[in-house]
T-cell receptor, first 115, second 113 residues
């Protein structure tokens, strides 16, 4: 099993450009998540999808949109990138809601720079 | 008050040493607690969940003190391979809100030969 995969690994955008970050998991998990990680900050939740067909805002959703394409795939879109969105983006998944018995698995991350 | 607070370190310890990290959380109703490990430029990985009675996994021991709202991680006989950033993670809500983990900023550990 590949676990959680993300594409691309690296990306450089100019201010105002758009892009979609792709995430897929092969563990048959119901719940998927998008986080961003900035220096000096903990991981912050952008959006999550509790199950196929549902999405909800996390702590920092502004400037982002998501699509839960099917059970495997959860994409994150930046419609008009801004320098403040320079960050490392992690996708994650859990079998069900988070608990002591449901580990959250992370993808390898996408390093995004917005100039 | 920040929701999850950790000493950022760095903690520089010699091989074989014992090192302890503490973490405090602000929401007294928090449900679940975890320690994650993150290597440089890599994704976080679950190290261990933290149970009310305390739990041990080899050289690693986690404790939870609900009254004082803090979590600890003890690493005995440190190895070079333990060098990483350790993230304290709390699940503050139950029920419909139990998808939103709160991450501390992490404590960096360097184990020196």
């Amino acid at each position: 099993n590949a676990g959680v995969t993300q594409t691309p690994k690296f990306q450089v955008l100019k201010t105002g450009q758009s892009m979609t970050l792709q995430c897929a998991q092969d563990m048959n998990h119901n719940s998927m998540y998008w986080y961003r990680q900035d220096p000096g900050m903990g991981l912050r939740l952008i959006y999550y999808s509790a199950s196929e067909g549902t999405t909800d805002k996390g702590e920092v959703p502004n400037g982002y949109n998501v699509s839960r394409l099917n059970k495997r795939e959860f994409s994150l879109r930046l419609e008009s990138a801004a320098p403040s969105q320079t960050s490392v983006y992690f996708c994650a998944s859990t079998a069900e809601r988070v608990s002591s018995y449901n580990e959250q698995f992370f993808g390898p991350g996408t390093r995004l720079t917005v100039l | 008050r920040k929701e999850v607070e950790q000493d950022p370190g760095p903690f520089n310890v010699p091989e074989g040493a014992t090192v302890a990290f503490n973490c405090t959380y602000s929401n007294s109703a928090s449900q679940s607690f975890f320690w994650y490990r993150q290597d440089c430029r890599k994704e976080p990985k679950l190290l261990m969940s933290v149970y009310s009675s305390g739990n041990e996994d080899g050289r690693f021991t986690a404790q939870l003190n609900r009254a004082s709202q803090y979590i600890s991680l003890l690493i005995r006989d440190s190895k070079l391979s333990d060098s990483a950033t350790y993230l304290c993670v709390v699940l503050p809500y139950s029920g419909a809100g139990s998808y939103q983990l709160t991450f501390g900023k992490g404590t960096k550990l360097s184990v020196i030969p």
